[in-house]
């Protein structure tokens, strides 16, 4: 399995300010993806992160409320930008590794929750 | 859009099995049933997949229909831990390894 962590794990903040979320994975994954949940929602996905390449936004997503750095293999940041009362969600990132058999499965951080106020 | 209809909840008693049940009738034939769940505050936990054939681990199994329009995942001996959110979700190379979440099944297991 794979082991990702995320800081911070919570934080409080004032609309208008920005927040980087930080993702790391303890194994070299190709693949990153930042999922959204908000309060009493499911998940929704809000890019997937290559690195070396910009990030691939889903519908409703966008690169500058949303920025994404992907350095290296094992770790990625996702920058909330600009935060209001409705960016208050769980922000969590999302790897796929591989189970043997060559099938993968997506393992998930523990989620960063955040509240703008 | 999420493909998969899912009851919104369910409840069964502690000790008892868990069935819990999900509607994939437009599946395409590369796409997989996987079974993810998240317990209050945590992220997603995959339980378990498959393709056409049933299939079972340490955690549940999964019966999928022969038409493979539906599934289901049983939880055989439910504990209090097992309370969460369930999700259903097709996975196919048209999707890459991208996940959409449907609104799942909030499962509680009485004591």
């Known amino acids: 399995s794979a082991v990702i962590s995320q800081k911070p794990s919570r934080d409080i903040c004032q609309r208008g300010t920005s927040l980087t979320i930080q993702c790391q994975v303890d194994s070299q994954v190709t693949m990153m993806f930042w999922y959204r949940q908000q309060p009493g929602q499911s998940l929704t996905l809000i890019a997937t992160?290559?690195?070396?390449?910009?990030?691939?936004?889903e519908s409703g997503f966008v690169i500058d409320k949303f920025p994404i750095s992907r350095p290296n293999l094992t770790f990625s940041t996702l920058t909330v930008s600009n935060m209001s009362p409705e960016d208050s969600s769980i922000y969590l990132c999302?790897?796929?590794?591989?189970?043997?058999?060559?099938?993968?499965?997506?393992?998930f951080g523990p989620g960063t929750r955040l509240l703008v106020l | 859009d999420a493909k998969t209809t899912q009851p919104p909840s369910m409840d069964c008693a502690e000790g008892r099995a868990a069935n819990l049940p999900c509607n994939h009738s437009t599946i395409s034939g590369n796409e997989y049933v996987y079974w993810y769940r998240q317990i209050h505050s945590q992220g997603p936990q995959y339980i378990i997949h498959g393709l056409k054939n049933n299939e079972t681990n340490e955690m549940a199994s999964l019966i999928i229909t022969e038409d493979r329009k539906s599934s289901t995942l049983i939880l055989p001996h439910a504990t209090l831990r097992d309370t969460a959110v369930y999700y259903c979700?097709?996975?196919?190379?048209?999707?890459?390894?991208?996940?959409?979440f449907g609104t799942g099944t909030r499962l509680a297991v009485r004591p």
């Open positions: 999302s790897v796929p590794h591989p189970r043997g058999g060559g099938e993968e499965t997506q393992y």
């Open positions: 992160a290559n690195q070396g390449s910009e990030a691939t936004y």
């Open positions: 979700i097709l996975v196919g190379k048209s999707s890459g390894d991208k996940l959409t």
